[in-house]
């Protein structure tokens, strides 16, 4: 569980107990209920993360809404959209391995999260990882509930596949942006579960030099 959840749920539990005393256990029964709904929302279980060469894993739980092509900074990226409602879990993992590049956050306004115009003007957290030849940029962003993103990495460490990165608070949106070469391994409507969904393959520096090297002998056979 994330600690979050005892931050939470601990003040809630108190004031049950404070309420319970003063006046009956009835009244007692909301604040505890609500305690047990944020240990809950806070879980954070293990996942098996996939060992396959390229594969880029899920950075969250929830539901793929998008997949499609979009310019980002005058090139293609192929974008895959996760709507995380409040009750998927809510920690991030990284879709790759690689070294945290650039890590850029954006104050913004609290669309919901299943509105196209939030992947630009809501808050969110850009960050871009590079890893194995191949460059991928995901990002953290705020929905109608969110007020706060947490990101516990910093500009200079590496990252496994899968690994806990942050979390976003209550209902949310993350995007993954990634070369259009990509196999994509998912639709729209698939659910997902964070670090262990395949989203897509990227071609691996082995395999862009076996395609290099295809290519020269072919044009030598010509």
């Given at each position: 569980?994330?600690r ?7 003040p809630?539990?108190?004031?049950a107990?404070l ?12 604040p505890?209920?609500?305690a ?13 993360i ?6 880029v894993v ?20 192929t ?8 009750l998927d ?6 879709p790759?391995s690689g ?8 104050r913004g306004?609290?669309l ?10 809501n ?9 194995d030849?191949?460059t991928v ?11 706060r ?9 590496r ?11 209550f ?6 942006l990634?070369d259009?070469?990509?196999r ?8 997902v ?14 395999g ?15």
């Amino acid at each position: 569980m994330v600690r979050d959840g005892y931050f939470y749920a601990f003040p809630l539990l108190a004031a049950a107990a404070l309420i319970g005393w003063l006046t009956t256990v009835a009244w007692a029964l909301v604040p505890v209920l609500l305690a047990v709904f944020f240990l809950w929302f806070f879980r954070d279980p293990e996942r098996v993360i996939p060992d396959a060469a390229g594969a880029v894993v899920s950075p969250a739980d929830g539901k793929v809404t998008d997949v499609s092509q979009v310019d980002v900074k005058g090139g293609r990226r192929t974008r895959i959209s996760i709507f995380l409602s409040v009750l998927d879990v809510h920690v991030n993992r990284s879709p790759v391995s690689g070294v945290v590049r650039d890590v850029y956050y954006q104050r913004g306004r609290f669309l919901n999260a299943m509105n196209a115009a939030s992947a630009e003007q809501n808050e969110q957290n850009v960050v871009t990882v590079e890893g194995d030849g191949q460059t991928v940029v995901f990002k953290q962003i705020a929905g109608l509930l969110a007020r706060r993103i947490v990101f516990t990495k910093k500009v200079g460490d590496r990252v496994q596949r899968g690994e806990r990165i942050g979390l976003i608070k209550f209902g949310s949106r993350v995007d993954v942006l990634i070369d259009t070469v990509a196999r994509t391994q998912v639709k729209i409507g698939d659910r997902v579960k964070g670090g262990a969904s395949l989203l897509a393959y990227l071609p691996t520096e082995a395999g862009q030099l076996a395609a290099v090297g295809d290519a020269q002998v072919r044009e030598g056979v010509r």
